[in-house]
């Protein structure tokens, strides 16, 4: 099945720990995001990559970090600089417009 | 980047028919109007797009005024799964950039 995956689904950590959360997508897309949502709340974009080996910032970057070293991985690195890590964080693919965007399930992160 | 304006909320009795409105009175030309739907503790899925003309699919339809500047998507019949958050976003032809606002809350009533 073609699609996103991000894992895991949950993820508990404890405050000042770096934390990466994966994404892969089997799609051959070239685009992907990460995306962060809080409760009540729409999504953020946090970084986007159009293409290997490049990437750039969305609206709240800071305190995150990403890579793109494969077309199919996306990465994204949590790091000890964010000051509210708890979250749902959604990962996302797509061809540029007018083509829709696919989605992976989401991982929900508690920082305690 | 054109923003969208939606009710935060609305209400449906099952089976029957919902209109979501959004207001894009920013659109430019070229700028296709999408639309996302979240169920809860889901990520976002793809129900809708369109550029001018109407657009119908097995999910919904999506009625585009003349002028462009406001939409409605239409779920010809309601069910208890159609409740969700309904995202209007315009995307620039080309782009890999969306922008997601706090969109509709769908409830729908047994």
């Known amino acids: 099945d073609g699609g996103i995956t991000q894992s895991p689904k949950y993820l508990f950590r404890k405050e000042g720990q770096n934390v990466t959360l994966s994404c892969e997508q089997n799609?051959?897309?070239?685009?992907m995001y990460w995306y962060r949502q809080d409760p009540g709340q729409g999504l953020r974009l946090i970084y986007y990559?159009?293409?290997?080996?490049?990437?750039q910032k969305g609206d709240i970057a800071e305190g995150y970090s990403v890579s793109r070293e494969k077309k199919e991985s996306f990465p994204l690195t949590v790091t000890s600089a964010q000051k509210n890590p708890t979250a749902f964080y959604l990962c996302?693919?797509?061809?540029?417009?007018?083509?829709?965007?696919?989605f992976g399930q989401g991982t929900r992160l508690t920082v305690v | 980047d054109a923003k969208t304006t939606q009710p935060n909320s609305m209400e449906s009795n099952e089976e029957e028919p919902v209109h979501l409105p959004c207001n894009h009175s920013?659109?430019?030309?070229?700028?296709?109007i999408h639309w996302y739907r979240q169920l809860p503790s889901q990520g976002p899925e793809y129900v809708i797009h369109?550029?001018?003309s109407n657009v119908n699919n097995r999910m919904a339809s999506l009625a585009i005024a003349e002028d462009r500047k406001s939409s409605t998507l239409i779920l010809h019949r309601a069910t208890l799964r159609d409740a969700a958050v309904y995202y209007c976003?315009?995307?620039?032809?080309?782009?890999?950039?969306?922008?997601f606002g706090t969109g509709t809350r769908l409830k729908v009533l047994a």
């Open positions: 990559s159009q293409i290997v080996n490049d990437f």
């Open positions: 920013t659109i430019s030309g070229t700028d296709y």
């Open positions: 996302a693919s797509s061809i540029p417009s007018p083509g829709s965007t696919f």
């Open positions: 369109g550029l001018t």
């Open positions: 799609l051959n897309h070239d685009a």
């Open positions: 976003i315009l995307i620039p032809p080309g782009t890999y950039k969306y922008i």
